[in-house]
């Protein structure tokens, strides 16, 4: 029991019979790909098993997750009061500034008795440097690979995460209407940055996994561009995309904005992006491959002759976020081969936006969660392109 134990789960984000769930579904998991343990380094499947955020993830951190027995955590000396409030763990450990994390983890292995976990080692903040140490540290031979093992496990969302997500989703209406109110000639892209984000966490957003997209003129058809001061002039388009954030859980959304009236290239364009989405959405429904929106979206994109204006997926998965990306993209596409079923509680972002690159970026987006009918969009706002 460490000197921080009275904190314990002061900060979380969810009740500890949430977790405990999440925690009994990995064991699992882990059971059946023959492992004794799992040594977690992911920050996002770290978060959804055990509630630990901090802002300090950037230093080493894992979790070792036994088929028999509790978790154990182990972070940096500084962060032991922060995962002792945000998780309702009993052990966490601590290494201190200087010392080598890998000699750390193999210690705490050690002192819980276990023999060769499985190593996930398609975490973010894990290096092949550090992995190799870790090997070493708890050797002879390379320890097993446990990667992919809990990601199938985070795209179903229950009630609890749901709920968090459709709180970020309403964080992230109040900041794109509040950007779509802001463009008007002659202000500025900062400025409109500034509006979206203070709606955003006026309306109750925490801190976002990714920051704001906001882009203008020429720079709007560029993928990911962000501010940069640009002032707005009269025919410019401007590209505005953001992400809420409740309890690390994610819901962004897109829209499209022109200066003045646009050309009728680029409101063709705008009126085939959002064809495209609205057959996307309507090809979500459960049991339906993840492939289908994506396919329904292409063939209507391919029928206008706009094909090499997309060159994407349609979707990808959102929730438990961590810098630097807002979505769960690495864990489920709506793409072209992915064979993965759509059940309920399945969460999708759906950026529909079609691109004439260097001048122009036009369409809207969707975060919807799968029912048991089809999609339910989380965002009323008018998805058509607003003129200013």
């Not at 904190?7 to 009740?15: D, T």
């Not at 894992?62 to 027995?69: N, W």
């Not at 970020?168 to 008007?184: D, K, P, S, T, V």
Request: include cysteine; charged fraction near 20%; aromatic fraction near 6%.
């Amino acid at each position: 029991m460490h000197e921080f134990a009275g904190l314990r789960g002061r900060e979380a984000a969810f009740p500890e019979a949430e977790f405990a769930a999440r925690q009994a579904a990995a064991r699992t998991a882990i059971a059946a790909a023959g492992h004794h343990a799992l040594v977690v380094t992911g920050p996002e499947t770290i978060y959804w098993l055990t509630g630990r955020q901090t802002a300090g993830y950037f230093a080493f951190q894992a979790l070792v997750v036994p088929v028999s027995g509790d978790p154990a955590l182990l972070v940096r000396q500084l962060e032991l009061p922060g995962a002792a409030a945000n998780t309702w763990l009993h052990d966490i450990a601590a290494y201190p500034d200087g010392a080598d994390p890998a000699e750390a983890l193999a210690t705490l292995v050690r002192r819980r008795g276990l023999d060769r976990p499985a190593l996930e080692r398609d975490g973010w903040f894990v290096s092949p440097a550090l992995a190799a140490r870790i090997d070493a540290a708890l050797g002879p031979d390379r320890l097993p690979d446990g990667s992919g093992l809990l990601a199938p496990l985070r795209v179903v969302k229950s009630a609890a995460e749901l709920a968090a997500i459709r709180a970020a989703a309403r964080y992230a209406q109040a900041g794109i209407a509040a950007g779509l109110e802001a463009c008007a000639a002659g202000t500025d892209e900062n400025a409109v940055a500034a509006v979206m984000l203070a709606a955003a966490t006026a309306a109750g957003s925490e801190a976002m996994a990714m920051e704001p997209l906001v882009a203008s003129g020429p720079r709007s058809g560029l993928p990911h561009m962000t501010w940069r001061r640009r002032r707005l002039e009269p025919g410019d388009a401007v590209f505005l995309e953001l992400a809420g954030s409740h309890a690390r859980y994610h819901a962004a959304l897109m829209r499209s904005v022109w200066i003045g009236p646009p050309p009728a290239e680029a409101q063709g364009m705008m009126d085939c992006a959002l064809h495209a989405l609205d057959a996307a959405l309507a090809a979500i429904r459960p049991g339906h491959p993840c492939s289908a929106p994506h396919a329904a979206a292409q063939a209507v994109i391919d029928a206008a002759g706009y094909g090499p204006a997309f060159r994407k997926r349609i979707g990808y998965a959102m929730g438990v976020a961590f810098a630097p990306d807002w979505g769960e993209g690495a864990l489920l596409s709506l793409f072209t081969g992915q064979d993965r079923l759509i059940e309920p509680g399945m969460v999708f972002h759906l950026p529909a936006t079609l691109r004439r690159y260097g001048h122009w970026t036009v369409g809207a987006s969707e975060t919807v969660i799968v029912t048991a009918d089809g999609a339910e969009p989380l965002s009323d706002l008018p998805r058509s392109l607003s003129v200013r």
